[in-house]
Antibody, heavy 121, light 110 residues
């Protein structure tokens, strides 16, 4: 059974930093691309970042480019999101999401339960 | 990238069909066969229902079907059941390793 357990969400002040982690199990982690997708309270879904299966290629939505960094450790079956210069509009539930294949055109086939990030003074 | 356009709500009685549209542009929906649909029950994580426009993952009932014409994709739920009441989101690959989601549609089973 695929499991994606995200952690690290917290209340942080504007301008602050946070690192999210996601522990993956139930599949061969290094065979798949991974994504982070977020959902602001009461709002829709927003794709924010993608990392290739090997970790060598990373991609970002314009809304987080230059502030967020996605990474992975295939030895630890873990995905990360380093979030810097946080803004109020970054407040959201952050989902760790498995890609359906190893291709960067792959859709999102398994979603974790999410971890809540609140940016507020 | 602008969000794909979905109707805010849709409804139907049990046993009826409901179709949700998802309108984008030639740079996303119209340009790729990579449209997918997600079901999200209240307080839960989204679940993949349709991928690559028409394909159903294992375990998704065949009451769910997808299609696309030009820049508009559609999800049809046939034989509506109470458990189909949820929010539904479309998504499309938008080129250059970018993705876009729809605005979401709340489906109510009357």
């Amino acid at each position: 059974e695929v499991q994606l357990v995200a952690s690290g969400g917290a209340v942080v002040q504007p301008g602050g930093s946070l690192r999210l982690s996601c522990a993956a199990s139930g599949f061969t982690f290094n065979d798949y691309v991974m994504h982070w997708v977020r959902q602001a309270p009461g709002e829709g879904l927003e794709w924010i970042s993608l990392i290739s299966w090997g970790g060598g290629s990373t991609y970002y939505a314009d809304s987080v480019k230059g502030r967020f960094t996605i990474s992975r450790d295939n030895n630890k079956n873990s995905l990360y999101l380093q979030m810097n210069s946080l803004r109020a509009e970054d407040t959201a539930l952050y989902y760790c999401v498995k890609g359906r294949t190893s291709s960067t055109t792959s859709c999102f086939d398994y979603w974790g339960q999410g971890t809540l990030v609140t940016v507020s003074s | 990238q602008s969000a794909l356009t979905q109707p805010p709500s849709a409804s139907g009685s049990p046993g009826q069909s409901v179709t949700i549209s998802c309108t984008g542009t030639s740079s996303d929906v119209g340009g790729y066969e990579y449209v997918s649909w997600y079901q999200q029950h209240a307080g839960k994580a989204p679940k993949l229902m349709i991928y690559e426009v028409t394909k159903r993952p294992s375990g998704v009932p065949d009451r769910f079907s997808g299609s696309k014409s030009g820049n508009t994709a559609s999800l049809t739920v046939s034989g509506l059941q109470a458990e189909d009441e949820a929010d539904y989101y479309c998504s499309s690959y938008a080129g250059s390793n970018d993705y876009v989601f729809g605005t979401g549609t709340k489906v109510t089973v009357l």
